[in-house]
Every structure is written in structure tokens, then in C-alpha cells.
């Protein structure tokens, strides 16, 4: 039996820090996966201010399993020097907040370029995975729509490929790109690290976010399986994407479409924590303190 804590893109419910903690103590949650802190990207913070953050986040009581980066959302037809500057910039991130966990993508392509691009893809994630392994992180994956790894089949070959990569499973993801969310999980389960909560569903010729457990994202299916498999920690980062603000739009471009409406950010963030914690009450997981 699995043991499930809860954690937060808490820059769903604010833009600032401040805010950010005060979401997760209202909603009895002690985690964060930081992505944007005040304002801005945390990859794109300095040492003083990522300091700064670190001691915030302690003085709370608000721990960071796992570091949200941006890392792998890049073409592949772009210089690889850059990008690995960045990747370097990110273990240090994670060094600072004190975590060895962080997420990452698989480079953007047309699905044209799939064939020509896959070795090159896996190599600059090899050179990533080797840095990231002397450093002491664990680099996981996450599905992701118009990357290499978008598809149940992709995805198989990354982790096949890079025996040390970890995956980072998103059933809403999966159905945001038209693909089955159960075969995803056949193939990310092996290497699961941890798990990203949304939930999206089929409106017609469109694609809807909801709340966790009423969409196509099988949560419920895929948590009941997860807690059989398991018999350790399996963090669950809640990404509601129920309320997306203007400010938000900026780091995020998809143009998500939403089913339920809230009037805040607030109000959707509360509204999505609690519809996850419902199912996890629902397959027999009372909530203490963030922890199922």
C-alpha cells in the first residue's frame, strides 16, 4: 500500500510566495513543486533570492519534494550549449530549496522530425541524466503534449533507453494529446517516481479541464492501481489548471478551456485540492496533514 503526500503548484492559487503558503496551509498541505515564485520562473531566480525563498518555505513548515523546472522544454534544432547552462542552473535550484528530485521534458518537435531528432533527443537527455546523477538528483520525466515523449509509445523508449530516468506520470496529459492514460501508466509505472494530479475530458471536438476524478484522466482507476503497486511514498503534486490567470498565461501558452468556472484563483485551487482529496477518501485514504 502506497503512502500518498500531498503536494502543490501552489502558483496556481498566487503569483507571490506569500500567497502560495497561505493556499497550502488553508487546504492542510506541507509540500510545494515550485515552478513560479513571485512573479517569475524559479529557474530564473538568484542564489540570494532562492536563499530567501528556502527560508520562507522552512519557516512554514513546507518541505519541496520535487523541483518543477522548465527543463527539456526546448526545440531540438537549438543549440544544445545554452540549454545545458540552464540544466546546470536548475541542480543548483534544486541544491538551494533541498530537493533530489527534478522533473523535466523531452525537447519540442514536429512529429514529422520524430525519426530524425530521436537519437539526438536522447543523447542530450543521457548527458543531463549523468550530470544529474553526480549531483545526487533524480531527473523525471513528465508527459507532455508536442514533445518527444507525448504518447504511450514515446515514452516507453525514453525510459527503456535511459535506465536512470525516472518518470513523472500525468494522466490528464495523455488526454490532452488523444492518447489512453491506462496504457500510459502500463508503460511509466516501472519507473514511476511520482505523479501529477490533473484531470481533463473530451467536450465534443475539444479538450476540458476539470477537477480530478470527473474526467477521462481514470485517476481513481489509476491511484487504486499506484497504491496496490507501491509500498513506499508516491508524492502526488496537484496541478488543477481549474483557474488560469492572466499572469499565468505567460509561462503557460496551451489555452487550456475549462468546464467549471470560478471567480478566483483561490476558489479554483481549493476547489481542486479538495476533489483530489475526495477521491483518495474514496479508495480508503483518510487525509492527515497533507498525507494520505
Known amino acids: 500500500m ?22 497550502l496551509k488553508r487546504n492542510d498541505l506541507h509540500c510545494i513543486e515550485p515552478r513560479n515564485i513571485n512573479g517569475g520562473p524559479t529557474l530564473r531566480k538568484t542564489d540570494e533570492e532562492l536563499f530567501a525563498i528556502r527560508k520562507q518555505l522552512d519557516d512554514a513548515g513546507i518541505t519541496v519534494p520535487s523541483f518543477g523546472s522548465p527543463i527539456g ?4 534544432t ?11 542552473r536548475a541542480l543548483r535550484v534544486c541544491e538551494i530549496l533541498g530537493t533530489k528530485r527534478m522533473r523535466m521534458f523531452s525537447y519540442y518537435l514536429d512529429r514529422t522530425q520524430m525519426k530524425e531528432y530521436r537519437n539526438e533527443i536522447l543523447r542530450r537527455l543521457s548527458v543531463m541524466l549523468e550530470e544529474g546523477e553526480r549531483a545526487g538528483i533524480k531527473l523525471c520525466h513528465e508527459n507532455e503534449g508536442e514533445i518527444y515523449g507525448q504518447n504511450p509509445e514515446d515514452v516507453a523508449d525514453i525510459l527503456t533507453s535511459l535506465p536512470g530516468l525516472r518518470a513523472v506520470y500525468d494522466p490528464a496529459n495523455f488526454v490532452w494529446c488523444k492518447q489512453d492514460p491506462v ?9 514511476m517516481e511520482y505523479m501529477h494530479i490533473k484531470d481533463a475530458a473530451q467536450d ?7 477537477p480530478a476524478g470527473t474526467g477521462d484522466g481514470r485517476i481513481k482507476e489509476v491511484l487504486q492501481r499506484v497504491d496496490k503497486t507501491f509500498d513506499r511514498e508516491i508524492v502526488l503534486t496537484l496541478e488543477p489548471h ?13 489555452g487550456m478551456k475549462h468546464r467549471f468556472h470560478f471567480e478566483t484563483a483561490d476558489e479554483a485551487f481549493d476547489y481542486g485540492v479538495n476533489s483530489l482529496k475526495k477521491v483518495l477518501a474514496e479508495i480508503g485514504h483518510p487525509i492527515v496533514g497533507g498525507r494520505g
Open 183 to 191: 496504457k500510459g501508466l502500463d508503460v511509466s509505472i516501472g519507473s
Open 78 to 88: 537549438e543549440d544544445f550549449e545554452p540549454q545545458l547552462a540552464d540544466f546546470r
Open 2 to 23: 502506497a503512502t500518498f503526500l500531498l503536494s502543490a503548484f501552489a502558483d496556481e492559487a498566487s503569483e507571490m510566495l506569500d500567497g502560495q503558503i497561505a493556499a
Open 73 to 76: 522544454k526546448w526545440q531540438i
Open 242 to 254: 481549474l483557474y488560469v490567470s492572466d499572469s499565468y498565461k505567460k509561462f503557460d501558452g496551451r
Open 204 to 210: 465534443g471536438s475539444e479538450i476540458m479541464m476539470v
